[in-house]
């Protein structure tokens, strides 16, 4: 070993140690933070299965891939970063010898060529990434960027870094080539080879090289270690936990459809034994999120997929699921020394640790510890409560995140204590929360007006009770059964199930709300007082029938998903269909024919509880598709990328004050495609698109209706009931 390697060694070892110890310290950190959340015991089931969906998602890059080019890069890089380690520990052995490599596969000219294409696309890769980087700057002119908001200088660094380690490894190959040390063979290393033929036959470069490759990988992680909230580099290490721990590793999204039950230490709230001075409703401070909500916001990469997603963020509101998540971390690290200390309110208010534990607190910490939750600027709140109520929970930054984040359970979380503690929501929702209290729906119509969608069929239509040999119970929702507009859609289905000879059969005024918007909201009490009331009267509609036959079809999505995801909660087991699916497979076994096209051209607008929640994307299309005898237009944004029509969330019933309306933004939209009729399969949709529609004046060329419409009109031209909405769409000659 000579004096340049001694040298060489002792410097790498030494920054080595430091790093180490300053990167374990920031682990022990993380990990007695998340630690400070809520038990979830539900995250550790079905270990295999977890397995090999986080394997899946990491290896086969599942949702990065949909980004096309960004993904493809992303992969290059990941894998580079996981292999290429090995050559960042080969430089340990070169900083000794110019001649030192790897034992064991350090020979192997496969092992050579791996590494070398591995290190030219991963190159190629973070230069594509930087470039998309800074083409997407937020200060870039024209239009918002999905990194307004996200800490630019750690991503530059973590990139800058990531590149000069790949060339670094280079430039010690290419002095092994030089000074003749090398070991792989032109064919397995060439542009090793071609560097090496670039640079002077100097021993000692190889350790100076490796030492400097060692500092800069070193320097990265010194950097991360001193800020634990950089979540666009620990997310390599993070993302696998996160992705792992996901609440429901067997979807296909995890954190749509269903919402997470409310908790209080780990176990489901049962509403009549709770008391609010021992139990948790809601979360009111960081900290009473659970641990898998604290790993969520330090995993975010704050890559911004999120929000460039988001309907309120594109529309001005003031909603970003990133910078949601980025503020709740930031808070969250912010509180850990007062919170690490002992500190916390217990659930009356009152201070848990003793002024002894908090003596020696640095004033910053305190002053984060009083902070409230949700409060404006003025009250020094975390997150804005016009922020919170932007939200539609339209699912499209969870459909999106690479990691997992499951953003709508925690902004539900923070609505539910808003609501339910401290009676603070929009006023106008507080006309919907009495009406679903008073009258068992949100328009407030009596009970005894539900069934009058039925006057003026040319067909009876069978009530449970009356008939018990029926294979759907038809749910009509309380759109479907006192809205204009969506009582069409309702004779619409009934018709169509007459016409193919299905039976079913309809609850009438035993029907109530399914309780979707009192959930969405927050107040979790109405909606179990709905739910259990509903599951009470399904179990007795369908006694004695086994769950492969306790069927239901729904034509509202927030229902569909309901009734299908979210009554098993509650003891209520049944088999539920979208009414697009069931049409679908009327269609396709021939019972419904479609005689005549409509024409004028068709777009088709996915519901987001019918599509990004239930991952139903093809059977409103195929309904539309026999119907139409053609294809459809589709909007740029459909299927899971679909945009928001803004009524979800309890939405519907909240006024839209900030910014562009979401409905005029999806209704320009649609009507950029050409078609005269736009196709929806939610009532909520079909009321936000016509709005849209009329608001822009455009009433009289384009028609906004539901897909049962559609295919009635196709189904039966010359014998449409009265009151289907079907009068105005075009046919073919």
């Known amino acids: 070993m000579g004096s340049v390697q001694i040298v060489t060694t002792i410097l790498a070892f030494a920054i080595t140690a430091v790093a180490v110890w300053l990167a374990v310290r920031a682990v022990m950190k993380m990990v007695a933070v998340i630690r400070q959340g809520q038990p979830d015991p539900t995250r550790f089931g079905d270990k295999g299965t977890r397995t090999k969906t986080m394997l899946a998602e990491i290896a086969g890059h599942t949702r990065m891939l949909r980004w096309g080019v960004v993904g493809a890069a992303h992969w290059f890089v990941m894998v580079g970063f996981i292999v290429l380690s090995l050559l960042v520990l080969e430089a340990y052995f070169e900083v000794v010898s110019p001649t030192g490599g790897l034992p064991l596969v350090g020979g192997w000219a496969l092992y ?19 470039a998309i980087r800074l083409r997407n700057r937020p200060t870039r002119p024209g239009g918002k960027s999905r990194f307004t908001g996200s800490t630019m200088w750690q991503g530059y660094f973590v990139e800058g870094i990531i590149l000069a380690v790949l060339i670094m490894g280079f430039v010690i190959r290419g002095f092994k080539v030089a000074t003749d040390h090398f070991e792989y063979p032109v064919w397995a290393a060439p542009l090793s080879h071609a560097v090496g033929g670039l640079l002077p036959d100097w021993d000692a ?9 060692i500092v800069i990988s070193m320097t990265w992680l010194i950097v991360i270690a001193l800020n634990v909230t950089m979540g666009v580099a620990w997310h390599r290490f993070l993302a696998f936990f996160n992705i792992f721990f996901k609440r429901d590793p067997g979807a296909n999204v995890s954190g749509l459809g269903a919402l997470r039950p409310m908790t209080s230490q780990g176990k489901p709230l049962d509403f009549e034994e709770a008391d609010p001075e021992s139990d948790q409703f809601g979360v009111a401070q960081v900290e009473q999120f659970t641990w898998k909500g604290l790993l969520d916001f330090s995993t975010c990469t704050e890559c911004g997929r999120c929000q460039s997603q988001c309907p309120a963020w594109n529309t001005g509101k003031p909603l970003s699921p990133k910078l949601l998540v980025l503020s709740l971390r930031d808070h969250a690290y912010a509180k850990a020394p007062y919170l690490l200390a002992g500190g916390g309110k217990d659930l009356t208010g009152e201070e848990k640790a003793t002024a002894a534990q908090l003596a020696h607190l640095d004033v910053l910490a305190l ?23 932007s939200c539609t929970t339209c ?29 603070s929501f929009p006023s106008e929702a507080g006309v919907m929360l009495r009406n679903l209290e008073n009258k068992g729906n949100p328009w407030g119509a009596p009970q005894n007006t539900r069934e009058d969608w039925t006057k003026g069929l040319d067909f009876e239509v069978p009530r449970v009770g009356e008939v018990d040999d029926f294979e759907y119970l038809f749910w009509v929702g309380c759109a479907g059964a006192f809205e204009d507009r969506a009582k069409k859609t309702t004779r619409a289905v009934a018709t169509l199930l007459n016409e193919a000879g299905v039976k079913f059969a309809i609850l009438g005024e035993g029907e109530t709300c399914s309780g979707d918007p009192a959930r969405r909201i927050g107040n979790e009490f109405v909606f179990q007082m709905l739910a259990q009331q509903n599951v009470e009267t399904l179990n007795e509609a369908f006694e004695g029938r086994e769950k492969s036959k306790r069927k239901i079809v729904a034509t509202c999505p927030h229902c569909f998903n309901t009734l299908g995801n979210e009554y098993g909660q509650l003891g209520g087991e049944f088999e539920v269909v979208h009414h697009t699916q069931l049409l679908a497979h009327l269609v396709a076994t021939g019972k419904l024919t479609p005689v005549q096209p409509v024409d004028g ?14 991952r139903v994307f093809a059977p409103p299309r195929e309904v539309l598709g026999t119907a139409i005898a053609g294809e459809l237009t589709e909007m740029p944004r459909n299927s899971e990328r679909s945009f928001c029509c803004g009524a979800g969330g309890a939405r519907m019933w909240m006024e839209e004050k900030i910014g562009k309306r979401i409905n005029v933004d999806r209704v320009e939209e649609a009507m950029a495609t050409g078609a005269r009729t736009v196709a929806v399969g939610c009532p909520f949709c079909s009321t936000m698109l016509n709005d849209g529609v009329n608001g822009k004046g455009a009433g009289e060329q384009v028609e906004v209706v539901d897909v049962a419409s559609v295919l009635l009109r196709s189904v039966r031209p010359e014998q449409t009931p009265g009151g289907t909405d079907t009068e105005r769409l075009p046919v073919a000659d």
């Open 112 to 130: 050579g060529l791996v590494t070398e294409w591995l290190a030219i696309l991963g190159i190629v890769s973070i230069l594509v990434l930087i």
């Open 205 to 213: 470069g190889v350790s100076v090289a490796a030492l400097i490759k």
């Open 395 to 423: 699912g499209a930054c969870v459909e999106q995140c690479p990691v997992d984040i499951e953003h709508v359970d925690h902004i539900v979380d923070m609505r539910r204590y808003q609501v339910l503690i401290e009676s």
């Open 367 to 389: 002053a984060e510890a009083e902070k409230p939750l949700i409060g404006t600027a003025e009250e020094g709140g975390i997150i804005d409560p016009d922020v919170l109520w």
């Open 601 to 614: 051209g068709v777009t088709y607008h996915d519901p987001c509880y019918l599509g990004r929640h239930n």
